[in-house]
């Protein structure tokens, strides 16, 4: 797909607020500093478009994006560097899970895990409710400029097998880097042949 435009159009905390428009949507979303805004502008060829950080936290409302005028890109805040007690198990922002929940023009999410890691509970979790909720999401592994070719190999493994423990099949996943724009055709293209399905 051909990035024609990319425009900022609002950021808020109140899903009810959210653009009303009937444009199919993508989200981003992860763990805090997984790297979801760095992303969006790789994918968009624009150094600021989304305001990135090294610091978890940068982004802290939901920012839509209209593409090529004819469809939304999501940022939204980090998850897993709230303080939660420890018996409190699946205590997510409570906005982006209303976002989730609510937000009917949502066509998928991208979860991003960075793929240097082990699998991480807050991840499992996350996607566990995305799974309850029916909210259909792919992975996206960042930072694929991190890790040599065999380590990035055997890390995918590991998560595959970690989610056959309680998933059927393993959801769709890319692979990224910001830094050097490994991904960006294959998941603009998916995401065009998405819009192709449903407009
Ligand atoms: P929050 O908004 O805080 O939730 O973080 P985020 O997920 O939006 O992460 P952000 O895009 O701000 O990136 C966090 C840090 O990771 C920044 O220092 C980025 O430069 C770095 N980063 C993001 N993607 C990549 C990548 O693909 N490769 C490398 N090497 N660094 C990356
Ligand atoms: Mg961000």
Known sequence: MKIKS??????????AKCPK???PEYAFIGRSNVGKSSLINMLMQRKNLAKT???????QLINHFLINKTWFLVDLPGYGYARV????????QKFITQYFAKREQLVL??????CRH??????????QWMG???????IVFTKEDKVKPNALKRNIETYTQKMLETWEEMPRYFVTSSSNTTGRDELLNYIGEVNLEII
């Open 6 to 15: 990319a425009e900022f159009v609002m950021s808020n905390s109140d899903v």
């Open 21 to 23: 428009d009937k444009l």
């Open 53 to 59: 950080s090294g610091r978890p936290g940068k982004t």
């Open 85 to 92: 007690s420890k018996s409190s198990k699946r205590v997510f």
């Open 109 to 114: 999410a991208f979860v991003l895990i960075d």
């Open 118 to 127: 082990e699998p991480q509970k807050v991840d499992l979790e996350f996607m």
């Open 132 to 138: 309850e909720n029916q909210v259909p999401f792919c």
